[in-house]
């Protein structure tokens, strides 16, 4: 599930105990959805951060989690908050985590 504000220790051990599992792929998407109000980009970076530092770029993508994130964003300001998220990385990572790991990972490609 979406991580809650205030469970971030016991989210990121999870996380990486998952990441330890060469198999395994993670989808990025959720963040502050059941907090009140939702994350900010800033809060939002920092798990997204956490996901690449445990998993690296090429087991991460970025997902929507419709209609669950209409609780708390539209989607244009959801996509914006991981933007904001990555956009100091290279494109190469960025065009990664928005679309060619989900092609290469799902074989849609």
């Known amino acids: ?9 016991a989210w990121r051990a999870g996380l990486d105990a998952l990441a330890a599992c ?5 989808k990025m998407g959720g963040f502050g959805t059941y ?3 939702g994350f900010s980009p800033e809060e939002t ?3 997204v951060d956490a996901c ?3 998993f690296g770029v090429a087991r991460c993508m970025f997902a929507s989690n419709l209609p669950v994130d209409l609780i708390d964003a539209v989607p244009a300001e959801r996509w914006a908050s991981y ?5 100091d ?7 990664a985590l928005f679309r060619g790991n989900a092609l ?6």
């Open 1 to 9: 599930r979406a991580p809650l504000r205030g469970e971030y220790d």
């Open 22 to 26: 060469p198999n395994v792929a993670v």
């Open 35 to 37: 907090d009140s109000p």
């Open 45 to 47: 970076k920092k798990y």
């Open 52 to 54: 690449i530092e445990a």
């Open 83 to 87: 933007w904001a998220a990555v956009k």
């Open 89 to 95: 990385r290279p494109i190469e990572d960025a065009t």
């Open 104 to 109: 290469r990972v799902y074989r849609l490609g």
